[in-house]
Nanobody
């Protein structure tokens, strides 16, 4: 059974940092294009960052320079380092395979408040 479990969210002040984790089982993340997504209240889920098997990454403009996607092959885990978090980053964050996606997990919630 293929499963992705997100963790690492929480309450953070504006300008703060978090590192989100996406632990995979049943598939090897290093052989897939992986993506981080987020969904804010009243909005559709949006793609924000991706990493391909070669290790190349892509970040959408709204997070470029602040968020960084990475991967630990030994742990079969994908990360999202979030720096200089802003109120508009508050959302539930999810990971998934860009190709052959699976059902969405529970995600991890990021709340931004001073």
């Amino acid at each position: 059974q293929v499963q992705l479990v997100e963790s690492g969210g929480g309450l953070v002040q504006p300008g703060g940092s978090l590192r989100l984790s996406c632990a995979a089982s049943g598939r090897t993340v290093a052989t897939y294009v992986m993506g981080w997504y987020r969904q804010s209240p009243g909005k559709e889920r949006e793609f924000i960052a991706g990493i391909v098997p070669s290790g190349n990454t892509l970040h959408v403009d709204s997070v470029k320079g602040r968020f960084t996607i990475s991967r630990d092959n030994a742990k079969n885990t994908v990360y999202l380092q979030m720096n200089n978090i802003q109120p508009e980053d508050a959302a539930v964050y999810y990971c998934n395979f860009r190709s052959r996606p699976i059902d969405w997990g529970r995600g991890t919630r990021v709340t931004v408040s001073s």
